[in-house]
């Protein structure tokens, strides 16, 4: 079994910075992309962007683009999610995925493995 724990939520002002981590843990295991999602209150959880695990390829949804940056570390285990010029409309629970399929793609949908999530709240 693969645990993915995230951490680094919590409360910012709007206009500032949050890093959020993502570390996996377990059995030795090889994912193709992790990924992060986030769920606002009353609303479906949405994609917010990957990284193929291998090639460290990027992709954001236009919603964050020039604003967030995902990033992994492998020796870590770890992948990041650099949040920056933050807005109420971030405010979340941020969820990372595993995905154990192989991709040439960041996938939307099908990640097999969840982290519990973390909470972003940007308010002022």
């Known amino acids: 079994q693969v645990q993915l724990v995230e951490s680094g939520g919590g409360l910012v002002q709007p206009g500032g910075s949050l890093r959020l981590s993502c570390a996996a843990s377990?059995?030795?295991?090889?994912?193709?992309?992790m990924g992060w999602f986030r769920q606002a209150p009353g609303k479906e959880r949405e994609f917010v962007g990957g990284i193929r695990w291998s090639s460290q390829s990027t992709y954001v949804v236009d919603s964050v683009k020039g604003r967030f940056t995902i990033s992994r570390d492998d020796a870590k285990k770890t992948m990041y999610l650099q949040m920056n010029s933050l807005k109420p409309e971030d405010t979340a629970v941020y969820y990372c995925a595993a995905d154990s399929n192989p991709s040439e793609t960041v996938p939307m949908t099908g990640y097999d493995y969840w982290g519990q999530g973390t909470q972003v709240n940007v308010s002022s």
């Open positions: 377990g059995r030795t295991f090889s994912w193709y992309v």
